[in-house]
């Protein structure tokens, strides 16, 4: 079934808007997805799509709109980087992942949704999947090459429910030293699972991207997907 854009109404007041693709049968699980730092673009489309067709209900929310609502980059447009970046600086990470938590909860009383939520975010969105099983109430989370994690480790003792890790042991944006801290301080964590990739670099799951990997964007999706079927979302 093709997607549609819907209201979510926002923790503080107000309302935003996010991307909801919906299994063929209409219900299931949900799923939220974590954008990166280009909004709802092709890719986050194509990953709601993607979980759809495995059964779930994914709602990808927009968390730049208190900067730019309804705003969509491309990784692919020189331009567009420096755009993405600055609002990646200007973003409040506790905002987002209050709005976060706010789209998970409408996704979670929706009708057809079985009452289960997770989520799944990259880069940015990585960081704040990580932030959101430390928050909110999610069923199950996985954070593909999440940035900044090291900063936070004191969250983790708050995880709720079972959370994945895709690190890219390559990643220009989360260095060796940053990732061996998350690996020692989520490693003896029971709540967390850690998958690295030695060859991989940031974004390697994106399609069309400059780093898709498409063996490591294979595995690590296969991962994803029997990780949210044991826990279920």
């Not at 991307?19 to 063929?24: I, Q, T």
């Not at 409408?106 to 959101?132: D, T």
Request: proline share 4%.
């Amino acid at each position: 079934m093709p997607g549609k854009m819907i209201d979510i109404k926002a923790p503080d007041g107000g309302a935003f808007q996010g991307f909801l693709a919906v299994p063929e049968g209409g219900g299931g699980g949900g799923v939220i997805v974590l954008q990166e730092i280009f909004g709802i673009n092709y890719f986050m489309r194509e990953t709601c799509h993607r979980l759809a067709a495995q059964g779930y209900m994914a709602l990808c929310p927009d968390l730049f709109w208190r900067q730019a609502p309804g705003i969509e980059l491309s990784d692919m447009a020189e331009g567009d980087w420096g755009r993405a970046f600055a609002l990646y600086q200007g973003f409040d990470m506790d905002q987002g992942v209050a709005d976060a938590g706010a789209a998970l909860e409408q996704l979670r009383g929706r009708q057809g949704c079985s009452g289960k939520v997770g989520a799944v975010g990259y880069c940015l969105g990585g960081m704040l999947a990580y932030l959101v099983a430390a928050r909110t109430k999610a069923d199950a989370s996985v954070g593909y090459y999440g940035v900044g994690i090291q900063d936070s480790l004191n969250e983790a003792a708050n995880i709720s429910g079972p959370h994945m890790m895709h690190i890219a042991e390559l990643d220009q944006f989360v260095p060796p030293e940053a990732q061996s801290a998350i690996k020692d301080g989520l490693g003896g964590n029971a709540k967390v699972t850690i998958h690295s990739y030695a060859n991989a670099d940031h974004a390697f799951a994106r399609t069309g991207g400059e780093h898709f990997d498409a063996a490591c964007a294979e595995q690590a999706n296969a991962r994803s997907s029997e990780f949210f079927a044991q826990h279920p979302a």
